[in-house]
């Protein structure tokens, strides 16, 4: 993943090789947004059965949907990752959990 930086965490998980489709993936998506001038952006991916849902907001409210992947493996259900475009990098990390 050149030009991404991976929290120490979120390394852990993209070294997985069941988790190296989405990581794949992800990088792809911020070379777009990079070429594209999006802001720092948030990505959720959720699975429902065997699928996997992508999608993505920007801190404008700006959403950008994915293909569904019909298939796959990943061992969480969901997951919620932060980027931020900084120093010629993007920055990857969890996103905070929602508080009540």
Request: aromatic content about 16%; proline content about 4%.
């Amino acid at each position: 993943m050149k030009d991404v930086h991976l929290t120490n965490a979120v390394k852990l998980l993209a070294q997985r090789s069941d988790c190296k489709w989405f990581f794949n993936f992800l990088a792809k998506q911020l070379h777009v947004m990079d070429a594209n001038g999006v802001y720092p952006l948030t990505f959720y991916m959720r699975k429902h059965g065997e699928e996997f849902h992508v999608w993505a907001r920007d801190d404008k409210g700006e959403i950008y949907s994915y293909p569904i992947k019909p298939s796959g493996t990943f061992p969480l259900d969901s997951i919620k990752l932060r980027a931020v475009y900084e120093g010629n990098f993007w920055h990857v990390s969890f996103g905070k959990a929602a508080t009540s």
